[in-house]
């Protein structure tokens, strides 16, 4: 069984940077898709930004040209630069990822941008 787990979270203030990592356990073969969702306080978890195995990326309207998804196929690994932060992008920041026939989340980690 694939597990995620996060790290790289933090407290920053406006206008610095953050680096997020998730690391996934276990054997990933095949067509698959990891991404970064965050949740703020009182609302619901959207959608940050996603890369496929292919590197593909789609990102949120409001995180592009702050931040950026890569991934490391080799390590398993897919990361979140995160730069020009803002107080609205605090939230918990959790790692997904998608097989065929299969979804899985980390734990979360949480990021707060003071103003």
């Known amino acids: 069984q694939v597990q995620l787990v996060e790290s790289g979270g933090g407290l920053v203030q406006a206008g610095g940077s953050l680096r997020l990592s998730c690391l996934a356990s276990g054997s990933i073969l095949g067509i698959n898709v990891m991404g970064w969702y965050r949740q703020a306080p009182g609302k619901q978890r959207e959608l940050v930004a996603t890369i496929t195995s292919g590197r593909t990326t789609n990102y949120a309207d409001s995180v592009k040209g702050r931040f950026t998804i890569s991934r490391d196929n080799a390590k398993n690994t897919v990361y979140l630069q995160m730069n020009s932060l803002k107080p609205e992008d605090t939230g918990v920041y959790y790692c997904?990822?998608?097989?065929?026939?299969?979804?899985?989340w980390g734990q979360g980690t949480q990021v707060t941008v003071s103003s």
């Open positions: 997904n990822l998608a097989l065929p026939g299969w979804t899985g």
